[in-house]
C-alpha cells in the first residue's frame, strides 16, 4: 500500500515562490508515475505535472517554464517547485502515484493512489 503525504502548502503573494513535497512510502515499484494535480473553489480537479521512473516529465500549458516537478529518491520525496505563482494557482494540491508508468497527464484515466493534499493561496 503506498501512502503519500503533501506538505509545503501556505500563502504566498501574487509572483513569488513556493515548494510543496510529497512523501512516499511503501511503494516497491522499478517503474511507477508520479504527479502533482491540483482543485480550486467550484472547478475540476486538474493535472499540473507529472514525472516517470525514468525521469520524463510533462506539465500543463499554464505552468511550463513556472512550475518544475522532482524527486529525490534518498528521501523518497516528490517536490513541486512553483515560481511566478498567479491567483488561479490557488488550490489544493495533491500528489499522486500509479504503477502505470506511461500515465503522466493523460486524460482518461485516474492515478491509484493519492495524499490528503495541501493548500496554496496566492493573492494578488
Known amino acids: 500500500q503506498v501512502q503519500l503525504a503533501e506538505s509545503g502548502g501556505g500563502s504566498v503573494q501574487a509572483g513569488g515562490s513556493l515548494r510543496v513535497s510529497c512523501a512516499v512510502s511503501g511503494y516497491k515499484d522499478n517503474r511507477y508515475c508520479m504527479a502533482w494535480f491540483r482543485q480550486a473553489p467550484g472547478k475540476e480537479r486538474e493535472g499540473v505535472a507529472s514525472i516517470d521512473s525514468d525521469g520524463r516529465t510533462s506539465y500543463r500549458d499554464s505552468v511550463k517554464g513556472r512550475f518544475t516537478i522532482s524527486i529525490d529518491h534518498a528521501k523518497n520525496t516528490l517536490y513541486l517547485q512553483m515560481s511566478s505563482l498567479k491567483p488561479e494557482d490557488t488550490g489544493m494540491y495533491y500528489c499522486?502515484?500509479?504503477?502505470?508508468?506511461?500515465?503522466?497527464?493523460?486524460?482518461?484515466?485516474?492515478?491509484?493512489?493519492w495524499g490528503q493534499g495541501t493548500h496554496v493561496i496566492v493573492s494578488s
Open positions: 499522486a502515484h500509479d504503477e502505470r508508468w506511461w500515465l503522466q497527464l493523460m486524460t482518461g484515466y485516474n492515478y491509484k493512489d
